[in-house]
Each structure stands twice: as C-alpha cells, then as structure tokens.
C-alpha cells in the first residue's frame, strides 16, 4: 500500500511515496493525458514568454536575445528578476498576493520535471502518478509523486497567471526603454570640438 497520501490541491504539493509494484499499471486515461498536455504547454508558454521579458529589458535583438536565454529556466528566472529589479520593473503576486512571482516559478520546477520526464502509472488503477528510477526503492517498490487531474490542473492555472503577470511586466519595460529614448533624443548634443590650426 502507499505509505503517503498527496493533496492535490496546489502545483507544489509534492510528496514522494513508495508503492507496491502490485498496485502499479502502465499507461494512463485520456483525461489524465489531456491534463499533463495542457500543464506542459502552459508551462512553455509561460517560459517563453519570460525570455521575452529578458530581451525587451536588455533591449537585444531576438537573434542575440537567443543566445543569452540559451540556458536552464532556472537560470533564467534569476536573471530576469535581477535585471526587472535593476529597471525597477515591478513584479507581480501571484496566488492571492502571498507568493511573488518569481518564488511561484521556482516552486513550479520540480512538478514540471517530473511531469515532463517521469514515467506515467496509475496507482490502484485510480491515481495518476509519475514514476522515476533516480529515486532508490526496494525490488517489490517503486518510487512516485501522485498527480489527480486537480494538480495538473493547478500547474496549467499557475503557469497562465505567471505568464500573464509576465506579459504585464514586458509592457511596463517597453514603456520605460520609450521613456528612456525619447529623453536621449529631447537632450541638447555635445558639441564637438573644432581642431584649430597649429601655430607657425
């Protein structure tokens, strides 16, 4: 039996159990499918949307922003807080104003890694859960966190908030490099120095 049972209420309630390899079955229903597409391609989008926010700050072409967001998400996520906190664009709260942001991404990792490359079982044949073989187990057990469709669910609703508290922050920092640029445009120039002839 499972020695843990998980809520599955928020994205980040996690808790790894140990259960019986008896109890597990392969392959998951259509409904659970739908739901773990559905939280993968809000969290995509989600993602994509931050690089954007990272190039629209760093004011980088998209060929160039390329090759700065070419790295972990998790990397990313520190650098768009640190250059949104530079800018002074603000950052939006997230699940009733007690999460920022940024913590609300972090907590959001680790569900979409093992969403992404767990293994999909059914437990008891009435809970959807990711296996993974990184975690030890004994021969007769098998290591997983369980995902009802409600936790999916909660991983796809949080990714489209941050997101849009995202595409929020991108239109404070497009305003803020117009300000900026107009006020480069409105200051007088340096005049430039004439050369004078040397003296005989």
């Given at each position: 039996?499972?020695?843990?049972?998980?809520?599955?209420s928020e994205p980040s309630d996690a808790d790894s159990i140990k259960v019986s390899r008896a109890q597990i079955s392969a392959g998951v229903?259509?409904?659970?499918?739908?739901?773990?597409?559905d939280a993968l391609m809000e969290f995509a989008a989600m993602e994509a949307v931050l690089e954007v926010l990272i190039w629209e700050i760093t004011g980088l072409s998209?060929?160039?922003g390329r090759l700065l967001t070419k790295q972990d998400i998790g990397i990313k996520i520190k650098l768009a807080k640190q250059l949104s906190e530079k800018?002074?664009?603000?950052?939006?709260?997230?699940k009733k104003g007690t999460v920022t942001?940024?913590?609300?991404?972090?907590?959001?990792?680790?569900?979409?890694?093992?969403?992404?490359?767990?293994?999909?079982?059914?437990?008891?044949?009435k809970t959807p859960a990711a296996a993974s073989y990184r975690v030890p187990s004994g021969l007769d057990q098998m290591s997983a966190e369980a995902f009802p469709i409600s936790r999916l669910e909660a991983v796809a609703r949080q990714s489209k908030r941050i997101r849009e508290s995202l595409d929020q922050m991108i239109v404070a920092a497009n305003t803020s490099r117009a300000t900026l640029a107009s006020q480069h445009q409105k200051m007088s120039p340096i005049p430039t120095p004439i050369p004078r002839p040397p003296r005989k």
């Open positions: 039996m499972a020695k843990r049972q998980t809520k599955d229903p259509d409904e659970v499918k739908i739901a773990i597409a998209f060929d160039d800018h002074k664009i603000a950052s939006q709260q997230v942001m940024w913590r609300a991404m972090e907590e959001l990792l680790p569900a979409r890694n093992l969403i992404a490359h767990g293994i999909w079982v059914m437990i008891d044949l």
